[in-house]
Each structure stands twice: as structure tokens, then as C-alpha cells.
């Protein structure tokens, strides 16, 4: 929502400050400089990305509408998971948990908090790594190892689809002035004409290099950061399943692993204490 109240507001004032200087509208609305720079920018992002990445960038921008998508809820709901899961482990025994990991979508525990069972992400995180759990034989300090390897890989692969959007956004400068000297090459074609007719064309391919360097600075590279952000948040997310289950494999009780866990939530989304311990009450 912010993003296209945003882009509003990007366009917004440039239009009204563009008007009150007497501007011309219409000349702005130069579709052939548009097609040279939205074709080239899309033609360089198959050239620099494999297919995938290319559809992620797609997917991402939509994505940026609905904001970002990890809150206190999530959280909240994180926590109860955690607990009921390693308060069963110490109840039942790590063994009775194989069931659970081994299928979560039919798990009565994790069948429980959908929010998370639809974060594919996390759920692998999770399960995973109490398989390595229940296997035995892995150290704390080695299984806190794997998990960083996991996390990073995750977090890498995520990054390139936002990191392929800025890319192309540094481009979309050079890309308007190759737009504009297109119009220039075409100027130079008709300079025998009267000045108005020169002044116009020039005029239209100056809105190349106009339209380049506000889509890199107005548009494209403010939704990639946004992008960069939502992939950000979901690695907390990830890094706080994390944090619970490493106290829970160094032996630490249910209630203390889940505070592990909340410890490492960033402040603005993170459940209080009393929120916490409500959240377990329930899970009880």
C-alpha cells in the first residue's frame, strides 16, 4: 500500500511542480522513448539473470504491495509453535517428534499455525534441522554451524532477486541517454528545419534521460530496497526459529528456548514478555 501511495506522491510532485513552471504536459508523454528504455531495461535483466530470478523480480514487485509480510502475529504464533513442540520433545521424548518433522502438513502440532506451515522457508529450517537433532551425536556449536550455513544459503539466494532489480535500476540512467541521443541523431536529421520543429525534438529526446533517471531513483530502486527489506525480515524470522532451537538442543527448558527465541525479534515486532507468556499459556 505505501509503495503505491509513494509512487504517487513521487509522481504527484513532479507533475505539479513541472505545471507550475508552465510546463507542457504532453510533451512528456513521449512512448517511443519508452519503449527504447522499459524494452532495453527488460532485454539487459533476461541478458544479466537466469529465468527464475527473472520471474522472482516480477513476483517481488507485486510482493512489495502487500508490504512486509513477517509481524508480531507471526511471531507470537512462532512462539507458541516452539514451545508446544519442544515441551512435547521433553514430555514424550525427542523420538515422538519424528512423526511431526517427518510430515508436517499432517502434523497435529504444526497443523495448528498455518501462518508458518505456508512459509515453505521456515518450515524446512525447522524440520531439518530437528531431524539433525534426533539423529544424535551433533554438538551444539556444530549444529549452530549447519544452521548458519542453511540460513546464509537461504538468505543468498533470496538476495538475488532483489539484487537483480537494482541492477537494473543503476542502468535505467544510461539507458535514457541512449534514449536521448536517439532523439538527438533524429534532431540532427530535420536540423534544416525552423526552430520550433528543432526546439520540440530536442525537447522529446531530453525526456529520455528525464524518464531514466526517474525510474532509477524515483521508482525501480526504491522498490528494490523494499524488496531488500522483506527478504531481510524473513531471514529474522528464520534466525529466530534458529536461536530457539539451539537452546533447545544445549537441554535449556520449553519456556527458556522460547525466550531465546523472542530475544532475537527486532524491538518494533517483537511479542513483550507478558505476550509471550500468554501465547504459552495457550499452547499448554
Same mark, same amino acid.
Given at each position: 500500500m505505501f509503495v503505491i501511495i509513494g509512487i504517487v506522491v513521487v509522481f504527484g510532485s513532479i507533475v505539479v511542480g513541472y505545471t507550475m513552471h508552465n510546463g507542457d504536459l504532453a510533451i512528456l508523454f513521449q512512448i517511443n522513448e519508452f519503449i527504447i528504455i522499459g524494452g532495453a531495461a527488460l532485454g539487459s535483466m533476461l541478458i544479466a539473470n537466469p529465468l527464475p530470478v527473472t520471474i522472482g523480480v516480477f513476483k517481488g514487485v507485486i510482493g512489495t504491495l502487500k508490504g512486509i509480510k513477517v509481524s508480531k502475529e507471526m511471531y507470537i504464533e512462532l512462539m507458541q509453535l516452539l514451545y508446544e513442540l519442544f515441551n512435547f520433545a521433553k514430555r514424550d521424548g525427542l523420538i515422538a517428534l519424528e512423526p511431526h518433522i517427518e510430515n508436517p502438513q499432517s502434523s497435529t502440532i504444526l497443523?495448528?499455525?498455518?501462518?508458518?506451515?505456508?512459509?515453505?522457508?521456515?518450515?524446512?529450517? /525447522?524440520?531439518?534441522?530437528?531431524?539433525?537433532? /534426533?539423529?544424535?551425536?551433533?554438538?551444539?556449536?556444530?549444529?549452530?554451524?549447519l544452521m548458519d550455513i542453511d540460513l546464509e544459503t537461504i538468505h543468498g539466494a533470496e538476495s538475488e532477486v532483489p539484487s537483480a532489480l537494482n541492477t537494473v535500476s543503476d542502468a535505467f540512467p544510461g539507458l535514457g541517454?541512449?534514449?536521448?541521443?536517439?532523439?538527438?541523431?533524429?534532431?540532427?536529421?530535420?536540423?534544416?528545419?525552423?526552430?520550433?520543429?528543432?526546439?520540440?525534438?530536442?525537447?522529446?529526446?531530453?525526456?529520455?534521460?528525464?524518464?531514466?533517471?526517474?525510474?532509477?531513483?524515483?521508482?525501480?530502486?526504491?522498490?528494490?530496497?523494499?524488496?531488500?527489506?522483506?527478504?531481510?525480515?524473513?531471514?529474522?524470522?528464520?534466525?529466530?526459529?534458529?536461536?530457539?532451537?539451539?537452546?533447545?538442543?544445549?537441554?535449556?527448558?520449553?519456556?527458556?528456548?522460547?525466550?531465546?527465541?523472542?530475544?532475537?525479534?527486532?524491538?518494533?515486532?517483537?511479542?513483550?514478555?507478558?505476550?509471550?507468556?500468554?501465547?504459552?499459556?495457550?499452547?499448554?
Open positions: 497443523s495448528k499455525y498455518p501462518t508458518f506451515l505456508a512459509n515453505h522457508h521456515a518450515v524446512d529450517f /525447522l524440520c531439518d534441522t530437528l531431524k539433525v537433532v /534426533l539423529s544424535g551425536g551433533v554438538a551444539a556449536h556444530d549444529l549452530e554451524e541517454i541512449v534514449a536521448a541521443v536517439l532523439g538527438v541523431i533524429i534532431t540532427m536529421g530535420i536540423i534544416d528545419q525552423p526552430p520550433a520543429v528543432i526546439g520540440h525534438s530536442v525537447g522529446a529526446a531530453l525526456v529520455g534521460t528525464f524518464f531514466g533517471v526517474l525510474m532509477a531513483y524515483g521508482v525501480v530502486g526504491p522498490i528494490a530496497k523494499n524488496m531488500e527489506h522483506i527478504v531481510n525480515a524473513e531471514g529474522r524470522y528464520l534466525n529466530c526459529i534458529k536461536a530457539g532451537l539451539l537452546a533447545f538442543a544445549k537441554g535449556a527448558p520449553a519456556t527458556v528456548a522460547v525466550e531465546y527465541a523472542r530475544r532475537s525479534v527486532v524491538p518494533h515486532v517483537r511479542p513483550s514478555f507478558k505476550e509471550t507468556e500468554e501465547a504459552v499459556k495457550r499452547a499448554r
